[in-house]
């Protein structure tokens, strides 16, 4: 399985940027990279994902290093509503190939600061 | 509103019992997923499914059985031979369409605890 190394928590303000950073040397020239988050208590949900290009939606930006062994989740405001574990992921495929498996690590969990 | 219902929300079980937990979505989509997650770690794949009548093992299958008899339902039994049940369960699901992204969608989870 491919790997991801994330900071086990980050801090932040209400209001600030927030930058989530997350190593993964391992890719391979194919793999997407993956952010989901998961609020306390409930099931994780898909923020963003990203090839070789920068990627910007309503939710995060995701920068993603030249060489595809680092990115960064970009929070532009932080809300006390982002708090949440936020985990990086490289898919594995499943049989068959049009289908893939999220192995989720321990994340990084956002503590957001009033 | 279209999505995955996962019933109940809270689950206790007496020790060496079977017990079904429920997974529902209304998404049309053809894959479901269920995974494991014990507290303060990430989640782990025990069994999913890309068509009616079929499914595969995931990581940990060990202790757990599925079945796919209807496109919108995946339930999980976890079986007395499962040996640590404790844990959060969460039910996905997503469409597979190759060259595409195939976001997995959630359900809330169940939380099952064992006496």
């Known amino acids: 399985d491919a790997k991801t190394t994330q900071p086990n928590s980050m801090e932040s303000n209400e209001e600030e940027p927030v930058h989530l950073p997350c190593n993964h040397s391992?890719?391979?020239?194919?793999?997407?990279i993956h952010w989901y988050r998961q609020l306390p208590s409930q099931g994780p949900e898909y923020v963003i994902h990203?090839?070789?290009s920068n990627v910007n939606n309503r939710m995060a930006s995701l920068a993603i290093a030249e060489d595809r062994k680092s990115s960064t989740l970009i929070l532009h405001r932080a809300t006390l509503r982002d708090a949440a574990v936020y985990y990086c992921?490289?898919?594995?495929?499943?049989?068959?190939?049009?289908?893939?498996?999220?192995?989720f690590g321990k994340g990084t969990l956002l503590t957001v600061n009033p | 509103d279209g999505g995955i219902t996962q019933s109940p929300k809270y689950l206790f079980r007496k020790e060496g019992q079977n017990v079904t937990l429920s997974c529902e979505q209304n998404?049309?989509?053809?894959?479901m997923y269920w995974y494991r997650q014990d507290p303060g770690q990430g989640l782990r794949l025990i069994y999913y499914?890309?068509?009616?009548?079929?499914?595969q093992k995931g990581d940990i299958a060990e202790g757990y059985s599925v079945s796919r008899e209807k496109k919108e339902s995946f339930p999980l039994t976890v079986t007395s031979a499962q040996k640590n049940p404790t844990a959060f369960y969460l039910c996905?699901?997503?469409?597979?369409?190759?060259?595409?992204?195939?976001?997995?969608?959630f359900g809330p989870g169940t939380r099952l605890t064992v006496l």
């Open positions: 990203g090839l070789t």
């Open positions: 499914s890309q068509i009616v009548n079929d499914f």
């Open positions: 391992t890719i391979s020239g194919t793999d997407y």
């Open positions: 996905a699901s997503s469409i597979i369409v190759a060259d595409s992204y195939n976001e997995q969608f």
């Open positions: 992921i490289l898919r594995d495929v499943l049989g068959g190939g049009s289908n893939y498996k999220l192995t």
């Open positions: 998404l049309n989509h053809d894959a």
